[in-house]
RNA sequence: GGCGGCGUGGCCGAGCGGUUAGGCAGGGGCCUGCAAAGCCCCGUACUCCGGUUCGAAUCCGGACGCCGCCUCCA
């Protein structure tokens, strides 16, 4: 079983499963208020990779992430923009789903939506306030923090240390200022669900935990989201199973920031990118690999430089797909090692990449040992060492497959025209008229090909 | 103020006591009509100062610098 780091306890640890052969892991997904941005992209791509590499090791994986479709950012942005909370939540989530559609992240297996949930969520601040847990003040419902004794422990500070921090609010009659807002009462012309202490709608960290038990069930396995969501977010989260008395989530996982000239990528900075503008402009797959190729709990600084090494880097895995002619996998389905990979090095290789990613997913390391073996098998290849090379290359394949990046070998539909271009120049060379040769091989280039000759003539690609 | 993380070769980015990760860029070679692709070779880096050790990028202490969380945030 793989090793993960376990934010709650520091320390990498097996993630015990509460059934054998089976994951279930909730990830906390997107608010849908804007375009999706590279933070976005990171933590998607992250638990994808987690989801797809437990899945061809054979597990079975129930992975339920949320769309956030209410809160104050929302109906601030209905406000603006003078039409419906709904309309905003749709608009954007759809979005989403493109964006996650282009960047090769599978669905999950169920996504929820807070608005869908409101009545559970409603029962269980009736739970709290019946014993006090929770307590109503004017503008809502609020909890009490110091109900819970290990509040602090994913922040891994107690209460009273938290409590001497600078920046804490003391604007409201709250009992703490820790306490936090299970529902906000609502004001006039704001969206709102009927509760018996008063119309309103959810705080945000309610919502996960009604429905990561909900789906998932009491003692899942594995809770995991970006670094910035461990404390309040889940730290709340958690706080509120506790007092609830359901065993919450096993295992914390939490990936790192996306960086931006050393600082993180944030709205309030202004310095985000959004996923949905990325990927327009390039290989959707140029971001996975530099994703996989630092390791999920440290940052990673995202720039035009990175992104374009990145892409140069995917061109050479594009060749050895071309050479080998491999299938391209990693679409939409999951792929799964049902039987060991054929061959003594591609054994040798599948065993170093899962020795390597089971130890808290090293990625990186795992991608190093691709790219040592796909020299490898160029290498064998020159040598004339065809079946092995082969053999290689498919394992090559099969495991970045795992991983989610498709190799691709296809250059693009040939036309007509380039096509005739084509015979024309193997005909020129045939007859050794190297001028006219490479006067059509220009004349290819200006048509936006990348030419190369091989031994059955020319082979071009966009 | 509390808690946590980080400073690695031109760039990105692993490493967690001894083995010059890997990628991109750059240089040289093989191959090629010339290219391209591919293969081979080359760069000996670890913020600084002490200490531990036969041996430290890796452990300990200190200094400096940077970043994050403690507020909405992936």
Known sequence: MIRLFDSLKSEVRPLALREPGQVSMYVCGPTVYGLPHMGHGRFTLVWDVLRRWLTFQGYEVDFVSNITDIDDKIINLAAAEQTTEAGIAQRYEQEWWNAM????????????HATHYVAEMVTLIEG????DIAYPLGDGVYF????????GALAGQALDSLRAGARVEMVEEKRSPFDFALWKKAKPGEPSWPASFGEGRPGWHTECVVMS???????FDLHCGGLDLKFPHHENERAQAIAAGHPFAQHWAHNG???VEGEKMSKSLGNFTSLTDLLERTDARAYRLLVLRSHYRSPIEVSPATIEDAERALERLDSLARRFELDQLAGDTFATATQPLPGELAGELAQRVTEFLDDDLNTPLAVAALFEALSQANGLADEGKTAEAQLLAEAIN???GALGLALIGQGGE?????AAIVRLRD???????WAEADRLRDSLVNLGWIVEDSSSGTVIRH
Do not use: Q
Request: aromatic share 8%.
């Open 101 to 112: 559609n282009k960047i090769g992240v599978a669905k999950p297996t169920h996504s929820p």
């Open 128 to 131: 709290f306030i019946a014993e």
């Open 144 to 151: 009490d923090t110091s109900r819970v004794a290990d509040y």
């Open 213 to 219: 038990l909900g789906l998932l069930g009491d003692g």
């Open 257 to 259: 920031f996306v960086m």
């Open 398 to 400: 099969t495991l970045f």
């Open 414 to 418: 040939i036309d007509g025209e380039s």
């Open 427 to 433: 005909e020129a060379r045939a007859a050794k008229n």
